[in-house]
């Protein structure tokens, strides 16, 4: 049972390239989460899904997108990074009833 | 709208100090207050949760309060030691929509032998 996964666990891109972000969680969990991590800020949502099919907008979503691939799979996509990209991206999932969200290691990104 | 305020940090104590780290929050509603931790290097986990007022969470020596008369959730620990070494988040769940966390800041916690 190994939870919530992320890869990569590090990342440097060049502005204006793209990439993609994967999450992948194996507790059965219906909802989804994408967070940004900033100093001084806390987590930011930037985008979720409550179950298999949907995606919504969170706090943060401009120059995200996401696909919920299948229930385990959630993946978030930069199309054209930018410098204000640089972060720590965290995925989340939590289960049906439970307030309880489990997180995954992070991927840190770095957009030069 | 709803937010959560966190003292800023860094915290630095030495151990087997006490600690509290102070939390308020503004919210509609009822909603469950959380506390997670964010060790160097990983992601956030769970520490503890208290989902109505006066609930007491407690896990790993660590307790907080659901004081809604004050909208307070202050975290609190007897004795730290150097393995307690972490960011902290104060977190809410909105009553009607458990689907979305509003995370504090965040209070980077120090403990030196």
């Known amino acids: 049972n190994a939870g919530v996964t992320q890869t990569p666990k590090f990342q440097v891109l060049k502005t204006g390239q793209s990439m993609t972000l994967q999450c992948a969680q194996d507790m059965n969990h219906n909802s989804m989460y994408w967070y ?3 100093p001084g800020m806390g987590l930011r949502l930037i985008y979720y899904s409550a179950s298999e099919g949907t995606t919504d907008k969170g706090e943060v979503p401009n120059g995200y997108n ?4 299948n229930k385990r ?3 978030l996509r930069l199309e054209s990074a930018a410098p204000s990209q640089t972060s720590v991206y965290f995925c989340a999932s939590r289960g049906d009833r439970i307030e309880t969200q489990y997180f995954g290691p992070g991927t840190r990104l770095l957009v030069l | 709208g709803n937010s959560v305020t966190q003292m ?3 915290v630095t104590l030495s151990e087997e100090a006490f600690l509290t780290i102070n939390c308020t929050y503004t919210a509609t509603g009822y909603p469950s207050l959380f ?3 964010q060790y160097p290097g990983e992601g956030l986990q769970l520490l503890l949760k208290a989902t109505k007022a006066d609930d007491k969470g407690s896990n790993k020596g660590f ?3 659901y004081r809604k008369e004050t909208t307070s959730f202050h975290l609190e620990k ?3 030691q150097v393995s307690d070494s972490a960011v902290y988040f104060c977190a809410l769940s909105r009553s009607y929509n458990t ?3 509003i995370f504090g800041t965040g209070t980077r916690l120090q403990v030196f032998p």
């Not at chain 1, 996401?66 to 691939?69: A, D, G, N």
């Open chain 2, 78 to 80: 007897g004795s730290v």
């Open chain 1, 73 to 75: 799979e959630f993946s």
């Open chain 2, 8 to 10: 800023e940090g860094p």
């Open chain 1, 66 to 69: 996401v696909s919920r691939l």
């Open chain 2, 35 to 37: 506390w997670y931790v």
């Open chain 2, 63 to 65: 307790e907080a309060t």
């Open chain 2, 99 to 101: 689907d979305k966390l």
């Open chain 1, 36 to 38: 940004r991590q900033d």
